[in-house]
Nanobody, 129 residues
Framework: QVQLVESGGGSVQAGGSLRLSCTLY????????MGWFRQAPGKEREGVAA???????NYSDSVKGRFTISQDNIKTTLYLQMNSLKPEDTAMYYC???????????????????????WGKGTQVTVSS
């Protein structure tokens, strides 16, 4: 059974950096679309970044130029490097994956959240001003 386990969240001051990690366990497909999503208190979950199995990436406008999504060589660990953090980045960050999404459907998953099937339990990021 597929499991996604996030780590690396914490508290940081505005302008600081954090790196989130997510490890995929129990995978049975050779490739997965993977992504990061977040949910702030009182707000809907939103897409942050997605990465296709060929390394193509897509970012939400709110994080473009500040966050970088990447994977390890065997593509079972996902990272999110977050720089120049702002208080509005405060949220629970979730890792997600789906073997059925690829190409455009993978990259669009940050806008079509219901399309992605497997989710981690989240890691909290708090940015203070």
């Amino acid at each position: 059974q597929v499991q996604l386990v996030e780590s690396g969240g914490g508290s940081v001051q505005a302008g600081g950096s954090l790196r989130l990690s997510c490890t995929l366990y129990g995978y049975s497909y050779s490739s997965y679309c993977m992504g990061w999503f977040r949910q702030a208190p009182g707000k809907e979950r939103e897409g942050v970044a997605a990465i296709d199995s060929d390394g193509t990436t897509n970012y939400s406008d709110s994080v473009k130029g500040r966050f970088t999504i990447s994977q390890d060589n065997i593509k079972t660990t996902l990272y999110l490097q977050m720089n120049s953090l702002k208080p509005e980045d405060t949220a629970m960050y979730y890792c997600a994956a789906d073997p059925a999404l690829y190409g455009g459907t993978c990259l669009r998953s940050i806008y079509e959240i219901d399309s992605i099937g497997y989710w981690g339990k989240g890691t909290q990021v708090t940015v203070s001003s």
